[in-house]
């Protein structure tokens, strides 16, 4: 059994545990280093996008449920301008998520291009 | 005004002139395969760059020609797979001596055009091997829909424990009214849980709230992302490749497992299918799916299935685009959810190859609730149809997923999953339920059956899920609490698997153990008869003992509850010189261990009316039992030759009769109701007054058989075979016996 986000092994979480409040939910979250192991299997088994995707998922367990749903209404079209889009890419290079400052920078790239900005 | 003559009125009302029916127009995009305006597959590259791919160059590129060109695309081999005659290639996807994996290799270096131009040479019996060779996961399964109109959480329970009973792996529930999805999915979370270890359950809602809902472990994944073709309608939906790329993420992210959602027909049905074919702008899904990293598609037309089918070859189409997701392989849920024809022979024909070769989901949503109280509008299936597709599976011994469920065990399953639901909701300050709502939604088809349902909780129970932070800890904290145990444990489970990741790998689902079956676990190994998923045999025995077969002895229990002892044997019976006399030959077990012919009179009753109607014509009737045969042609001719008019009447127990006369053949006879089944009091006293007019020597005119358009042999003929094995059980050389009706 791997370890939560948290770092607590899952063995330790249980029914007991739960009721007696002594689990959070981050005890129950995927840890990065797991999602880089499902990486490197669906990758050994013909699939390299969908690790990609894993990685770059390794790099939002990081973030807060809300930081994360602010992310993905950024993306949506018309509602970061070019800039913005960029500014966001550089945040995330910040904060250790090369992968998906990646698919901002490309985005902002394709969104101005394709008239998909916001004006 | 009748200019249409009869034969055509008569056709024009039937049910499948009810779907419309269009003129293929590629400039609408009504058309399956081929438009003159798709693109020819090519694919260009400039120092490892996609710069040219299906007849654009990148400047021309959309959002999902680039996201495509940047992701999709394996480049190593892309050449060497845009090289491959695509005939030839199509060969190898039915060639069993030619590996999934090779086939796979190379599809992930083909462009959305060129995987278009493969699979539209498949016909229909070719997509079923290619289905049942290139699918992810070996084993089969099936999605359930669970929804009602009110969004009462014990229905919702009791259902999604019902679902999971007959064998459903995965559970979507979705809302009429938005503000109730979360208590929606606690709800069908606690009722799965006690219905099944392992059950997957999603809420389909708009995606963002979807996603809030899976970070709170209220549900465990999530289908409702979806993709479009043209980047116009793309937009439309407030997405782009981006935004859904990184969706993906996210689910993965709080170890969710996600698909997307595609399907042919939706762009020409908003208008924007650029007049390209249904099955090349599904090929652009299908490509922009993998370039995502999404591990499945649930396509094959879902929402406008029905557009599919309008056109020539759309069903085709729609088959089509699943084995395109397996041969990219992604797991492929395989449409079969909306109700694609009011034909009942259409919908099934429709469903029917998929159901034979086997997917990972045969639908991507059958209706496991009543067709009015599913939310999605109604399935292909539906609750109506469980029996049908059972019998489904038991015909061709074919696994779609599916089990029988006693109706002991469904009860008790429902009545456990209002209990739980009512303990969770209480003790969480969500609402409180009447027990007179718990006994309606445990008895109830549908929610229709719940007129005690309060429309309002649902809505306040969702605030306060949403405004008091309720996470799926707090459901187990309050299931276990309440005494669930069981089902406490079974939710953790789902819980603790999202942080092992197992199951966000190809095709997962989990079985009643709590093991991960997906691409890397239960990989398909179709190679040809002999090989890949075959129901073991115990998984065969549940396929074929419904809970509707019987087996001679339960036959013989039953005629035991209708026995009455009122038809006795009262001696040896003996030839008649009376002219007037006529007897009535009965079969072996008259008396003994048939009591109820096949239409429901009992056995004593028929016996009345014959010597009613033999009274009628001034004779006398005489029962005699013929113990050595259960051949109706010689119980007849022995009786009619013991018979002083030289007339008879025979029977079987079972009700079948006839007129004999003592110097015709065997199988010869006067008059014959071979319909047991449709015979009442009426036609066997006329039987009896025909057969005294053959005794005076007149020609009575004959009697008709009942007839009717029901399919009769089908309901009857398994009583049939065993009521003459019973018959032969009880003949013997025993002479003929007069009998007495009492």
Request: net charge negative; glycine share 8%; hydrophobic share 40%.
């Amino acid at each position: 059994m791997p370890q939560g986000f948290s770092g607590k092994d899952s063995n330790e979480v249980s029914v007991d545990a739960i009721r007696k409040g002594e689990v959070t939910i981050d005890d129950v979250r995927i840890h990065p280093d797991t999602l880089e192991h499902q990486a490197t299997v669906a990758g050994e088994h013909g699939n390299a996008q969908l690790a990609a995707n894993f990685r770059r998922a390794a790099e939002l367990t990081r973030m807060t449920d809300e930081y994360v749903l602010s992310l993905y209404d950024a993306l949506r079209p018309g509602r970061s301008t070019h800039d913005t889009l960029l500014e966001y890419a550089r945040d995330l290079e910040a904060a250790g998520a090369p992968l998906n400052a990646e698919l901002f920078r490309q985005a902002a790239s394709a969104y101005q291009r394709r008239g998909l900005t916001a004006q | 005004m009748s200019e249409v003559i009869g034969r055509f009125r008569f056709m024009n009302e039937q049910r499948v002139n009810l779907d419309g029916f269009a003129t293929p127009d590629a400039n609408l995009g009504l058309i399956a395969f081929d438009s003159p305006h798709d693109p020819q597959p090519s694919l260009t590259l400039h120092n490892g760059v996609v710069i040219e791919m299906d007849g654009k160059t990148s400047d021309d590129f959309d959002t999902i020609d680039q996201f495509i060109a940047l992701h999709g695309l394996d480049l190593a081999i892309a050449e060497e797979a845009m090289a491959i005659d695509s005939l030839r290639f199509a060969r190898d996807l039915v060639d069993m001596n030619v590996s999934r994996a090779s086939l796979v290799r190379l599809a992930a270096g083909m462009t959305p055009a060129k995987l278009a131009q493969v699979l539209s040479q498949l016909n229909a019996a070719e997509l079923v091997i290619a289905m049942t060779k290139m699918r992810a996961r070996s084993t089969p399964s099936n999605q359930a829909h669970v929804t009602n109109r009110s969004d009462d959480p014990l229905l919702l329970a009791a259902d999604a424990a019902t679902a999971a009973a007959f064998g459903f792996r995965e559970i979507e529930t979705t809302v009429p009214v938005l503000g109730d999805a979360p208590s929606n999915a606690v709800a069908v979370s606690i009722g799965a849980a006690v219905g099944s270890p392992g059950m997957l359950v999603q809420c389909s809602v708009e995606e963002a709230t979807e996603l809030a809902l899976g970070m709170r472990g209220l549900v465990s994944y999530a289908e409702t992302v979806s993709l479009y073709g043209t980047e116009q309608i793309f937009v439309d939906g407030d997405d782009t490749p981006w935004s859904k790329a990184f969706l993906t993420s996210a689910y993965a992210s709080r170890g969710i497992k996600m698909r997307v959602t595609s399907g042919g027909g939706s762009e020409a049905l908003m208008g924007g299918s650029e007049k390209c074919s249904m099955f090349y702008l599904e090929a652009r899904c299908v490509s922009l799916a993998r370039a995502m990293g999404a591990q499945g598609v649930q396509n094959g037309g879902i929402d406008a299935a029905s557009v599919a089918g309008s056109v020539p070859g759309g069903v085709r189409s729609l088959m089509a685009e699943n084995v395109m997701v397996m041969l990219r392989n992604l797991e492929a849920c395989t449409g079969n959810d909306a109700l694609m024809s009011e034909s009942e022979v259409r919908r099934t024909s429709r469903t029917h190859p998929i159901f034979i070769a086997g997917s990972d989901f045969i639908c991507s949503g059958f209706g496991s609730i009543q067709r009015y109280d599913n939310m999605f509008g109604p399935s292909n299936w539906n609750s109506e149809d469980i029996d049908d597709f059972l019998a489904m599976q038991r015909d061709w011994g074919v696994d779609a997923g599916l089990r029988t469920a006693t109706e002991r065990d469904v009860a008790a399953l429902r009545r456990r999953a209002t209990e739980a639901v009512t303990a969770v909701y209480s003790w969480l300050g969500l609402g409180d339920f009447s027990s007179e709502w718990a006994e309606q939604a445990i008895d109830a088809a549908g929610s229709k059956d719940v007129p005690d349902a309060d429309l309002m909780l649902p809505l306040s129970a969702s605030r306060t899920i949403v405004d008091t932070d309720v996470t799926m800890l707090d459901v187990i904290a309050a299931l276990a609490e309440n005494g669930f145990d069981i089902e406490a444990e079974r939710c953790l489970d789902m819980l603790k698997a999202r942080v092992q990741g197992d199951y966000l790998q190809t095709a997962a689902i989990f079985d009643e153990s709590m093991n991960v079956l997906s691409l890397i676990t239960d990989p398909n190994t179709y190679a040809g008869p002999g090989t890949g998923y075959r129901p073991s045999p115990e998984r065969q025995e549940v396929i074929d003992t419904i809970r509707q077969q019987q087996s001679v002895s339960d036959i013989r229990a039953e005629q035991h509850s209708y026995a009455t002892h009122n038809i006795v044997a009262t001696g040896t019976a003996h030839i008649s010189h009376d002219p007037r006399d006529v007897v009535i030959g009965v079969s072996p077990a008259t008396g003994k261990d048939i009591w109820r012919t096949l239409s429901g009179l009992s056995v004593a009753e028929v016996l009345h009316e014959f010597m009613a109607g033999l009274e009628e014509e001034g004779c006398i009737g005489r029962i005699v039992r013929i113990n050595d045969t259960v051949d109706l042609g010689m119980i007849g001719l022995t009786a009619a030759r013991m018979s002083g008019s030289g007339i008879s009447i025979g029977l079987q127990a079972k009700g079948t009769a006839l007129i004999h006369r003592r110097d015709l053949a065997p199988l010869a006879n006067l008059e014959l109701y071979s319909v047991a089944p449709s015979l009442n009091r009426e036609l066997y006293r006329q039987m009896g007054i025909n057969a005294g007019r053959h005794a005076k020597g007149a020609t009575p005119e004959p009697m008709r058989n009942p007839y009717s358009d029901e399919a009769i042999e089908a309901r009857y003929h398994t009583k049939v075979v065993g009521l003459v094995a019973i018959e032969r059980d009880c003949s013997s050389d025993t002479a003929p016996e007069t009998m007495e009706v009492r």
